[in-house]
């Protein structure tokens, strides 16, 4: 079995590994990149053929695990991309979602290249693309095996991430030896609201494990739930809005379920809620198909009766025109917006009317990547650029971290000690350099083997003893140059400035 990494790997985005075994060649997961690394990689090209996938195994809907399918499709690829069933139901929406954003994206972009006399360039792939494509998923439930080839069967288990999130156990026979291959994906947070906490994994041979926050620990969710209330209460007190940028899909859905809880004991009984992201409006019903895989606590409230992702006061606002009408209104809200970073959508239109205002507070729920808006702000800057305005950071800025949708190092390190017979090697991925090596100094002093994987790296498990191959970014460009023909033949001067300055 050979494993190659080509995203998350010394980063937390764009998660796309490939496995290649017994002649197949098998992506675990497609993600785009996002922030300072779609910055430093971009998400255009693939540095393999997408025709020679033979099957995509997609963790979980997050777009930096899947949002690059529509364009693995587009490039070529004609193989099942195999998931739980509600990542199926999410990425209908989400990676039409998506390919809408890019075209938006490069629409004014297009716009601004036209008046520069320049060329008109394509989006990476449309809304349309992204719904083609969707003919390629196979939903499968949790806890069955599935054989996809002779020697090469693999198995869904609750990752406690998002909904339908998965850790995937993969089995496969090589040469009549048999090695079990354990991908976390995105591992879950313990008592997250709605879903179920990650399911332990009892052995792996190898062990492909996240690590976004491998350097630190969360505090409790249920006193972050009370740390928003008490904000919401201060702010309507100070004459403001809350604006909570909020990822459509899991982290809102959350939010909401945790202020019904409020709502019903009457603590925020004649609130204003606006949750102003369609697809948050989507897969808020998604999330109601899907019940069966919700956990204990959210079951036994639907059987009392009570809806959890609906109460008085909570509006799904769908046309733009209700969306620009929150604009007017100063205090007594809380609009939760997408995309989470801030970096597109209708959130940005929201923090250019509230962030300048002290009254107001922005309220953080989920992880902010490096060189997006959400990071910025959240780091302190005193002004930040929104829609070319320059915009005063004067709202209280909260951060509510133990609400992560992710493990901290401690759950990481739990859900590890659970397997009966230890992994032969744990491969670092999906984490920024500094958590990876912090959870990887961790391990080491648990008496694990584990390493830190780079873009680029691949990993050989056949024969007795590993070889690990590393190769150099500028070696990596320099292949992928070889399989383009020379650097003067490619027709977008936005890759070749790209490829030039890596160089
Ligand atoms: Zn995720
Ligand atoms: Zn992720």
């Given at each position: 079995m050979n494993v190659e990494f080509y995203g998350a790997a010394s980063c937390v985005t764009g998660s796309c590994h490939i496995l290649k075994v017994n002649g197949k060649t098998i992506l675990l997961d497609c993600g785009m990149f996002q922030g300072k690394d779609e910055k430093e990689r971009g998400n255009i090209s693939f540095v393999f053929n997408a025709k020679d996938i033979d099957f995509c195994l997609l963790t979980h809907a997050h777009i930096d695990h899947s949002g690059r399918i529509p364009l693995l499709y587009k490039q070529g690829f004609a193989g099942d991309v195999i998931c739980t069933e509600a990542t199926l139901d999410l990425c209908n929406v989400m990676l039409q979602d998506s390919g809408h954003i890019q075209e938006m994206e490069m629409e004014w972009k297009n716009r601004k290249r036209e008046r520069q006399g320049l060329e008109k360039i394509e989006p990476i792939y449309s809304a349309e693309d992204a719904a083609s494509s969707m003919k390629l998923f196979r939903g499968y439930p949790y806890g069955k095996w599935i054989e996809l080839f002779k020697g090469f069967k693999i198995r869904f288990n609750d990752?406690?991430?998002?909904?339908?999130?998965a850790i995937i156990e993969i089995v496969t026979e090589e040469n009549g030896k048999e090695t079990k291959l354990v991908y976390t994906g995105d591992l879950g947070n313990v008592n997250i609201p709605i879903i179920n906490d990650p399911v332990n994994i009892d052995?792996?041979?190898?062990l492909i494990m996240e690590?976004?926050?491998?350097?630190r620990l969360h505090k409790t969710t249920e006193n972050e739930f009370q740390e928003l209330y008490k904000i919401i209460k201060d702010t309507f007190k100070r004459g403001g809005n809350v604006i909570i940028p909020s990822f459509a899909v899991g982290r809102t859905q959350e939010v909401i379920y945790a202020l019904n809880k409020y709502v019903e004991k009457d603590a925020l009984k004649d609130i204003s809620i606006y949750v102003d992201s369609p697809l948050a409006s989507e897969s808020t019903a998604i999330f109601k198909r899907h019940e069966d895989v919700f956990d204990e606590e959210a079951k036994k409230l639907i059987a009392s009766g009570d809806d959890p992702l609906a109460f008085k006061g909570l509006n799904f606002t769908k046309s733009s025109q209700e969306s620009a009408a929150l604009n007017k209104i100063n205090s007594g809200v809380v609009i939760i917006s997408a995309s989470g970073m801030c970096d597109a959508g209708r959130i940005k239109h929201h923090l250019k009317h509230n962030l300048w205002r002290k009254e107001c507070s922005i309220v953080f729920v989920g992880y902010q990547a490096e060189g997006t808006l959400g990071r910025r702000i959240m780091s302190g800057e005193k002004t930040v650029k929104i829609f070319g305005e320059e915009i005063a950071v004067n709202a209280e800025i909260h951060q509510l971290?133990?609400?992560?949708?992710h493990a901290d190092r401690l759950g990481l390190l739990r859900w590890l000690e659970a397997f009966k017979k230890i992994p032969k090697e744990i491969l670092l991925v999906h984490g920024d350099l500094d958590a990876s090596n912090s959870f990887k100094d961790l391990l080491t002093s648990k008496g694990y083997k584990s390493r830190v994987m780079d873009n680029g790296d691949t990993y050989d498990t056949s024969g007795s003893a590993h070889q690990v191959k590393i190769e150099s970014k500028k070696d990596r460009i320099y292949k992928l140059l070889d399989k383009l023909g020379?650097?003067?033949?490619?027709?977008?001067d936005e890759i070749v400035n790209k490829i030039k300055e890596i160089l």
């Open positions: 990752a406690g991430h998002l909904l339908g999130s052995y792996a041979d190898y690590t976004t926050y491998g350097d971290q133990g609400l992560s949708g020379n650097i003067d033949n490619i027709d977008n």
